[in-house]
Nanobody
Framework: QVQLVEGGGGSVQAGGSLRLSCARS????????IGWFRQAPGKEREVVAA????????YCIDSVKGRFTISQDKAKATIYLQMNGLKTEDTAMYYC?????????????????WGQGTQVTVSS
């Protein structure tokens, strides 16, 4: 079992920054990965970025590359999503999720454990 608690969401103007956090507890394995997802109203939940226990990161949405950075603090068992240059289209509920033995970090079905989500609203 893995428990995940997100934080750091909020409202910001376009061009601003936010840092989301995902505090993890529970067991991890060599194949464990943590992903950040987002879901805008009326849209599918999509993988934004993910990082594995070894620290290897993957960005799954082209529009966030160069603006978002996923990282982890192993001592704190916390995964971060630094979001810079925010755009109105980044507005969504953001979730972190964990999966064991994740082969494809950009595949939603690989993740089994979910946090409750944190809202990010970007205004123009």
């Amino acid at each position: 079992q893995v428990q995940l608690v997100e934080g750091g969401g909020g409202s910001v103007q376009a061009g601003g920054s936010l840092r989301l956090s995902c505090a993890r507890s529970g067991n991890t394995y060599s194949g464990t990965a943590i992903g950040w997802f987002r879901q805008a109203p009326g849209k599918e939940r999509e993988v934004v970025a993910a990082i594995d226990i070894g620290g290897r990161s993957t960005y799954c949405i082209d529009s966030v590359k160069g603006r978002f950075t996923i990282s982890q603090d192993k001592a704190k068992a916390t995964i971060y999503l630094q979001m810079n240059g925010l755009k109105t289209e980044d507005t969504a509920m953001y979730y972190c999720a964990a999966g064991h033995y994740v082969a494809d970090k950009c595949q939603r079905s690989e993740y089994n454990y979910w946090g409750q989500g944190t809202q990010v609203t970007v205004s123009s």
